[in-house]
């Protein structure tokens, strides 16, 4: 069975996650955090890719990224995947694939889940237990968004930025986000959205990316549409 191509609209920001093959470790020093970010922040630039969130957990990592071309995305993670698996398999003496085949990505609909993302992608420590709070953990973005820490690797989208009219605004409203509850629904939809490959957003938003892409943006339901025509005469002839 083919796969099915990646959503993809330069210009519209995606959450994508990978993994270590059987959810093995691909982080154990500093200096392995240290040297995918680096890689990762030249292939951003490279590959013309603005990278809004991230955090690197010890066996996958999230990254919220927003593509100004096409294959952008596809080039960096390529890009980093490559490089970081020969400097992992050099420095502990192993052979052999890291990843836990193609990286899983969903289209955000930026309005509605912009920073939602950018939360749940920082608090995954705190989620897996590693940390009590989010400034805890020394491997995301949090420490730029929320406490405005100097970062190369990090361009703000226009939705942070439209949360102040400058840093110590932007910074305060940011922190407030995770001092609110947040329903676990809305982080399952996103878990949920990412490892399926689904586009996320409100119904006018998948309307538009169907229309874009002429592509089924979310799954069917199931039974099929029991307005359709197709759906009545399939069912009569099943009589």
């Known amino acids: 069975m083919s796969r099915q191509p990646r959503f993809i609209l330069p210009g519209q920001p995606q959450h994508v996650i990978q993994r270590g093959n059987n959810r093995d470790v691909i982080f154990v020093s500093d200096d392995d955090y240290k ?11 490279r590959f013309e890719c603005e990278l809004h969130a991230y955090v ?37 003496k192993r052979t052999g694939t890291l990843w836990e085949g193609r990286y899983k990505a969903t289209l955000l609909d930026s309005e509605v889940y912009l920073l939602t993302c950018s939360r749940y992608i920082e608090l995954n420590p705190v989620r897996a237990g590693m940390v009590d709070a ?10 730029s968004n929320a406490l405005g820490e100097d970062s190369s690797l990090i361009k703000p989208h226009e939705i942070y930025l439209a949360l102040g009219s400058n840093e110590v605004e932007r910074c305060e409203a940011y922190r407030a986000l995770f001092a609110s509850h947040t329903d676990s629904d809305i982080f399952n939809e996103i878990r949920h959205a990412t490892n ?8 006018r938003f998948k309307d538009r990316i169907e229309e874009l892409t002429n592509r089924q943006a979310v799954p069917k339901k199931r039974g099929g549409d029991r307005k359709s025509k197709k759906y009545r005469e399939n069912k009569i002839n099943r009589v």
């Open 35 to 45: 040297f995918y970010l680096e890689k990762l922040q030249a292939a951003c630039a």
């Open 56 to 92: 690197l957990m010890t066996n996958h990592v999230h990254l919220l990224l927003t593509p100004q071309t096409e294959g952008g995305i596809g080039k960096v993670m390529q890009s980093v995947g490559r490089y970081y698996v020969q400097y992992f398999n050099y420095k502990y």
């Open 196 to 203: 399926k490959s689904w586009v996320l957003g409100s119904g």
């Open 134 to 143: 989010p400034a805890d953990y020394p491997w995301s973005s949090y420490a």
